[in-house]
DNA sequence: TGAGGAATTGAAGAAGTCTTCAATCAGAGG
DNA sequence: CCTCTGATTGAAGACTTCTTCAATTCCTCA
């Protein structure tokens, strides 16, 4: 097993790398979701959408039960709602800094406009 | 630039996912550090740790400036030392999380072991 | 000015990930 | 049993990302 905890860490992140489980995790968030609705609120394919779910799986992050001819996921366990909030938290941080950081650039560079390409 | 939330937050995810760029963001969540230290400390090739320290650059979650000869990386804000601070704990708990569940399901499948092939 | 070290860049091939299509599985109901 | 619907799987081709090598930039010091 002995895998660097870096090495996980960006597995994880690698696996979290995707609009569509995006998405998905951030609706599972609101609680278990059926595929048939996960489907109609990301509207991709459904078999895209099957691609991205079995990733989940295999990470171990979401679990699906099938009830009858439908199957409901839902969010492995309380930590990955954490993780979410704080993602929402710190990106949303992070866009701000961002756009402030961006203000402050177009200023700064109408002195130096012609000077400098580089940043 | 309307791009929706969760793209944004899906490639904030993929930057972050890769052994080197994560080793590195701790890394300077101690402190600005000079990319000879950088070299030292995470033993890839110059070339490859300058790509990746291209790709935080160029997601501004860093910032470089040189000083004679040498250059110095520093993380761009305190947001992202909390991010890598989060992601710790968060991981180290669904590590851990994940290590209970394989004991767990080591327990229980001695009953199934013949049944069972799909889990 | 030129030799030399530190860091970056460019580009090519290898390796990985996404999308899409057809094929398959699993249950419901005629 | 057959077929229909919901969901998943497998596989091929397009597309990205990684690694590595050579070339280049930027600075220092003689």
């Given at each position: 097993m002995a895998m660097p905890l870096y090495q996980a860490k960006a597995e994880f992140f690698r696996m979290l790398g995707h609009p569509v489980r995006i998405r998905v995790l951030e609706l599972l968030g609101e609680g278990p979701k059926q595929v048939r609705d996960l489907l109609a609120d990301t509207g991709v394919e459904a078999s895209s959408l099957s691609?991205?779910?079995?990733?989940?799986?295999?990470?171990?992050?979401?679990?699906?039960?099938?009830?009858?001819?439908?199957?409901?996921?839902?969010?492995?366990?309380?930590?990955?709602?954490?993780?979410?909030?704080?993602?929402?938290?710190?990106?949303?941080?992070?866009?701000?800094?961002?756009?402030?950081?961006l203000d402050e650039l177009r200023e700064t560079t109408r002195e130096t406009d012609t000077a400098a390409t580089r940043t």
């Open positions: 691609q991205q779910l079995a990733v989940l799986r295999r990470a171990g992050i979401v679990t699906s039960t099938r009830e009858g001819t439908a199957v409901t996921y839902a969010l492995a366990g309380p930590d990955v709602a954490d993780l979410m909030l704080a993602a929402r938290r710190i990106l949303t941080e992070m866009l701000a800094g961002q756009a402030e950081l």
